[in-house]
């Protein structure tokens, strides 16, 4: 089956720093790979999606990589501040409209 | 504004009993989804509807059956709840197009005693 891995432990950064999460798949490269914040108690929120004919894709302070040498996704949010601490969930979308899902990734921005 | 809901945010219910988490959305979506979040595991699909009355199988549809008799309206019956059965359970919406991004709910946290 395919498989989303992301880091298990949280990344604490500091406020004004570039946040780096790394997301890994198995086996072949879906065809999109989206992103997702969780805030607590909470339902996942759509940020970015990036195909894979896409190297980058950008949405204000965040950016998205896809390489497929790597078989890798890295998700990146500039400037942090406080208010981005969440937990981040990256999913590739797999034949007839399923997502498969990491465990997440939780980002602490300190102040 | 587009909405998904869930019919409740915590539920605690007893072993053995039948239990019946609803979703509702109003974005005429035709795919519909319920996962299950559990700590470490992340979000697992149990069962998925992409039209009214049609259901397929997630990945962990065991313990689990959903209806459909609405295209707004998804639910997801545990037929005799069992304490590996509590979680948190999470309903999407999406709409036609496969990558298209998935609308979430808030939640229902099941406990099984």
């Known amino acids: 089956s395919q498989k989303i891995e992301q880091n298990s432990e949280a990344l604490n950064i500091q406020e004004g720093k570039t946040a780096t999460l790394t997301c890994n798949y198995t086996n072949y490269s879906p065809a999109y790979l989206q992103w997702y914040r969780q805030d607590p108690g909470r339902g996942p929120v759509f940020l970015l999606l990036?195909?894979?004919?896409?190297k980058e894709k950008r949405k204000e302070r965040l950016k998205v990589t896809f390489d497929t040498t790597l078989k890798q996704s890295l998700f990146h949010i500039t400037a942090s501040q406080p208010a981005d601490s969440a937990t981040y969930l990256c999913a590739r979308v797999e034949y007839g409209n399923k997502l498969v899902f990491g465990a997440g990734t939780i980002l602490r921005v300190k102040s | 504004d587009v909405k998904v809901t869930q019919s409740s945010r915590y539920l605690v219910k007893r072993t053995g009993e039948k239990v019946f988490l609803e979703c509702v959305q109003d974005m005429d979506h035709e795919n519909m989804f319920w996962y299950r979040q559990d700590p470490g595991l992340g979000l697992r699909l149990i069962y998925f509807s992409y039209d009214v009355k049609m259901k397929e199988k997630g990945d962990i549809p065991e313990g689990y059956s959903v209806s459909r008799e609405k295209k707004e309206r998804f639910s997801l019956i545990l037929e005799s709840a069992s304490t590996n059965q509590t979680s948190m359970y999470l309903c999407a919406s999406m709409g036609e197009r496969s990558y298209n991004e998935q609308f979430f709910g808030p939640g229902t946290r099941l406990t099984v005693l």
């Open positions: 990036i195909r894979e004919n896409e």
